[in-house]
């Protein structure tokens, strides 16, 4: 009875064994190592394959959208004259590179025209997106809209604004060049040359409201200054005091 018993234990304890084995070997092929891509927070993660030893960063994914906050045009000399402005609300983020498409649509929603093209945008950054588009290639229309996406976002300690200074001199009607025409001077502070540098001029009628746009593209070498002059088909009742100058520039 003993002997009977003793050997039902270790039987059962054999087959234990045996099944605790299998179980082991069948964990041991299919268990899969710590990565940034099995959806689970591991290997000190910040978040679930995110930070740490993974390449994305956690806070790209808390990210806001950036946007466009303003679309005014207006026809100048047969040119759809449009300015938008985009706004990056992340302080900490900027998009190295940024897509947006412009569209005229009629009155009943027919997009007559689109055309696209690409900026960037840095942190906490309002910027103006400025295009002519010949009316000749529109005809009828009622809306124009500004759409943006795909942002390639980096770190602003990777992607920062070079520091530049602006000097505007004169807003005048000059009638040799017919239209207007705005002189100043750009002056690099930095020790690294700006590659791309587009100042432009949004001009207001004497009722504050868009009376045209224009903007011309330089580059500054390390610590240069340099004279720009920007060209606008004339308008009546202008405003020059109104005139607003500003500049987008990459290294």
């Excluded at 993660?45 to 030893?53: K, L, Q, T, V």
């Excluded at 449009?82 to 929603?109: F, K, M, Q």
Aim: net charge negative; proline share 3%.
């Amino acid at each position: 009875m003993v002997n009977r018993t003793q050997r039902k234990i270790f039987y059962g304890a054999g087959y234990l064994l045996l099944f605790t084995l299998f179980g082991v070997l069948v964990y041991s092929a299919t268990r899969q190592e710590p990565s940034c891509f099995d959806g689970v927070q591991n290997q000190e993660e910040e978040g679930i394959d995110c930070g740490g030893p993974c390449d994305e960063d956690c806070a790209l994914r808390f990210l806001e959208a950036p946007r466009i906050t303003d679309t005014k045009f207006v026809v100048v000399d047969g040119f759809i004259v449009v300015v938008g402005e985009l706004y990056n609300p992340n302080e900490a983020y900027g998009a190295r590179l940024i897509d947006y498409t412009i569209s005229v649509s009629s009155a009943d929603g027919r997009v007559r025209y689109s055309t696209s093209g690409t900026t960037f945008l840095y942190g906490g950054e309002r910027k103006l997106i400025i295009e002519a588009i010949p009316e000749a290639n529109v005809g009828v229309f009622e809306r124009v809209e500004i759409t943006i996406e795909n942002p390639l976002w980096e770190r602003i300690g990777a992607f920062s604004e070079p520091r530049l200074t602006l000097l505007v001199e004169s807003v005048v009607y000059n009638e040799s060049e017919g239209g207007l025409r705005i002189h100043g001077r750009i002056r690099n502070e930095e020790a690294r040359r700006a590659s791309v540098v587009n100042i432009a001029a949004v001009l207001y009628d004497k009722n504050g409201r868009l009376a045209g746009a224009s903007k011309t593209e330089i580059a500054l070498e390390e610590f240069e200054e340099k004279e720009f002059v920007i060209l606008h088909p004339f308008v009546d009742d202008i405003n020059t005091e109104l005139t607003a100058i500003s500049y987008e520039a990459r290294r």
